[in-house]
C-alpha cells in the first residue's frame, strides 16, 4: 500500500523511497515507476538515475525549490532529473535547461514538447553570456549544475556572478573524476568548495555513495 509524506516543497516520500507529482499523467520519462496516492499520480525518484535524488536520499537538508519557482540547470541532458524539477516548479513555474551537446538535445526537446514549463537552451555554460538573452529577464531562484568538466566550480561561479541574486541559491553536482583521475576526491571536494567560496556561502556537501561513486552534490548561497 502506498502512503507519501511530504518531505520538501513538492516532494514526498515513503520509506527510501522518493516521488514527485507527475505534471503529466501517465507519462514516464526513463522507466520510473509510476504510483497513485489519494487520487494523484506519482513518479517515484530514482536516486541512482539522478544526482539531485541521490542527495536528497543522502541527507541533503534544503531543496531550494518550490512551485512556481525558476531553475537554471546547467547539463540538462536528456532530461532525467529537469523532469523531477518540472514536476516540483508546476505549470506556473520555469526550468531553463542548457546543455553542450546537440545529440542529448534532440531527446531533451522531445520532453520540452510534453511539459510547457521547460526550455531547452543549447550552449555552452562556460560561455553564460551566450545564453542570457534566452533567459528572458527572468529572475532565477535556483541555479543548478551537473557538468562534467574540469573547471566545474568556475563555470559555476561565472553563471551565479551573472544571474543569481545575492541570497538565492546554488546546487552543484561536483563529479572528482573529471577534475583528476589520482587526486584523492576529499581534496578535490576541499578545493572545489574553496572556489565556491568566491561568490558563495557553502551551506552542505552531501556525499553521493553509494548511488554515484566520487561525487557530491554542494549546496550554497550567493553572496
Ligand atoms: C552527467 S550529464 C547530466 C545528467 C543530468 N543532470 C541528469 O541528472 O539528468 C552531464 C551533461 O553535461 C553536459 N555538458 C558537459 N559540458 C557542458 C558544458 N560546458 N555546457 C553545457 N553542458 C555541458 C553534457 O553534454 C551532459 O549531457
Known amino acids: 500500500m502506498i502512503f507519501l509524506h511530504q518531505i520538501f516543497p513538492g516532494i514526498w516520500s515513503q520509506g527510501k523511497k522518493i516521488f514527485t507529482k507527475n505534471l503529466v499523467p501517465s507519462a514516464r520519462v526513463y522507466s520510473e515507476k509510476l504510483v497513485e496516492f489519494e487520487g494523484t499520480e506519482y513518479r517515484e525518484w530514482v536516486p541512482f ?6 542527495a536528497i536520499a543522502n541527507g541533503l537538508k534544503q531543496v531550494p525549490i518550490k512551485e512556481r ?18 514536476d516540483i516548479v508546476g505549470e506556473r513555474g520555469i526550468v531553463f535547461g542548457v546543455d553542450v551537446s546537440e545529440r542529448v538535445m534532440r531527446k531533451f526537446i522531445g520532453l520540452c514538447e510534453q511539459r510547457g514549463n521547460i526550455v531547452p537552451i543549447v550552449g555552452d555554460a562556460n ?3 551566450e545564453y542570457r538573452e534566452y533567459l528572458g529577464g527572468h529572475e532565477i531562484d535556483l541555479l543548478f549544475q551537473d557538468v562534467s568538466q574540469k573547471n566545474q566550480a568556475e563555470i559555476f561561479n561565472k553563471n551565479a556572478k551573472l544571474f543569481l541574486e545575492k541570497g538565492k541559491f546554488g546546487l552543484i553536482a561536483i563529479k572528482a573524476r573529471s577534475i583528476s583521475q589520482s587526486k584523492n576526491p576529499k581534496e578535490i571536494f576541499r578545493e572545489q568548495t574553496r572556489e565556491l567560496e568566491k561568490e558563495f556561502e557553502v551551506v552542505q556537501t552531501v556525499l553521493l555513495k553509494p548511488f554515484e561513486k566520487h561525487h557530491a552534490v554542494v549546496l550554497c548561497k550567493k553572496n
Open 127 to 129: 560561455n553564460p553570456a
Open 49 to 54: 538515475r539522478s544526482k539531485l535524488a541521490a
Open 69 to 86: 519557482s525558476c531553475v537554471l540547470y546547467l547539463g540538462s541532458s536528456e532530461g532525467t532529473t529537469v523532469s523531477h524539477v518540472s
